[in-house]
């Protein structure tokens, strides 16, 4: 089960973290996403990074503002979110695959975390 926590209300340019725990499995043997959707929206991929951690990639709307990474040893997923804006504002959510690649698409993912919600007030 992955829960994911760290959203909340933030002022344009503001920052937040979020994390996404797992328990009763570890996460090590997973590729790790970020996706997030907005009502009447389809989930959209975010970030995405490798077992190891070592190799990431993020959609080119939260290139340079955005920064995925984890801690295998605590079992979480982390996503770093700076310069906020608007359009940012979304439930996040984590999810697990072991699909090799990069995958962005949300049937790809077997383990989905609940969601949590992140709204950025302009």
């Known amino acids: 089960q992955l829960q994911a926590c760290g959203g909340g209300l933030v002022q344009v340019g503001g920052s937040l973290r979020l994390s996404c725990t797992a328990s009763?499995?570890?996460?090590?043997?997973?590729?790790m996403a970020w996706f997030r959707q907005t009502p009447g929206q389809e989930r959209e991929f975010v970030a995405h990074?490798?077992?190891?951690?070592?190799?990431?990639y993020s959609t080119d709307s939260v290139k340079d503002r955005f920064t995925i990474s984890r801690d295998n040893a605590k079992n979480t997923l982390y996503l770093q979110m700076h310069s906020l804006k608007p359009e940012d504002t979304a439930v996040y959510y984590c999810?697990?695959?072991?699909?090799?690649?990069?995958?962005?698409?949300?049937?790809?993912?077997?383990?989905w975390g609940q969601g949590t919600q992140v709204t950025v007030s302009s």
């Open positions: 990074i490798n077992r190891s951690g070592g190799t990431t």
């Open positions: 009763g499995r570890t996460i090590r043997p997973y590729y």
């Open positions: 999810a697990a695959t072991t699909v090799v690649g990069v995958p962005t698409d949300t049937g790809q993912y077997r383990y």
